[in-house]
C-alpha cells in the first residue's frame, strides 16, 4: 500500500521559514517524480514545485521562485520543501504527490501552513 505523509507544517510569523516533509513508503520512490501543490481555503489546488526522479532537476510556480527550495533523499524516501521568507499568501494545505512513469499518481493527505502575525 502506496502512502505519502507530509508533515512540518505550522504557524509562523511573516518572513519565517519552515521545513515540509514527505515521507513515502510502498512505492519504488525513486523511479517517480514528486511533486508539492498547495491549496489556500476557496482557491484551486496548485503546483507550487516539482522534482524530477534524480533530484537533478527542478522547477517552481513563479510565485515562490528564490524563496523556496525543493529536494529530495531516494535514500530515505522522502522529499523535502524548504520556505523560506513566508507571506501570508502562503498560506495553505500542502500536499505531496508522487508520479509515475505510467502515469499513476498518488497523493498525501496534506499538512497546514499558516503564514499570520
Known amino acids: 500500500q502506496v502512502q505519502l505523509v507530509e508533515s512540518g507544517g505550522g504557524l509562523v510569523q511573516p518572513g519565517g521559514s519552515l521545513r515540509l516533509s514527505c515521507a513515502a513508503s510502498?512505492?519504488?520512490?525513486?523511479?517517480?517524480?514528486m511533486n508539492w501543490h498547495r491549496q489556500a481555503p476557496g482557491k484551486k489546488r496548485e503546483l507550487v514545485a516539482a522534482?524530477?526522479?534524480?533530484?537533478?532537476?527542478?522547477i517552481y510556480a513563479d510565485s515562490v521562485k528564490g524563496r523556496f527550495t525543493v529536494s529530495r533523499d531516494n535514500a530515505e524516501n522522502t522529499m523535502y520543501l524548504q520556505m523560506d521568507n513566508l507571506r501570508p499568501e502562503d498560506t495553505a494545505v500542502y500536499f505531496c504527490?508522487?508520479?509515475?512513469?505510467?502515469?499513476?499518481?498518488?497523493w498525501g493527505r496534506g499538512t497546514q501552513v499558516t503564514v499570520s502575525s
Open positions: 504527490q508522487a508520479v509515475g512513469g505510467g502515469r499513476e499518481s498518488y
Open positions: 510502498g512505492l519504488a520512490f525513486s523511479t517517480y517524480a
Open positions: 522534482i524530477g526522479r534524480a533530484g537533478d532537476s527542478s
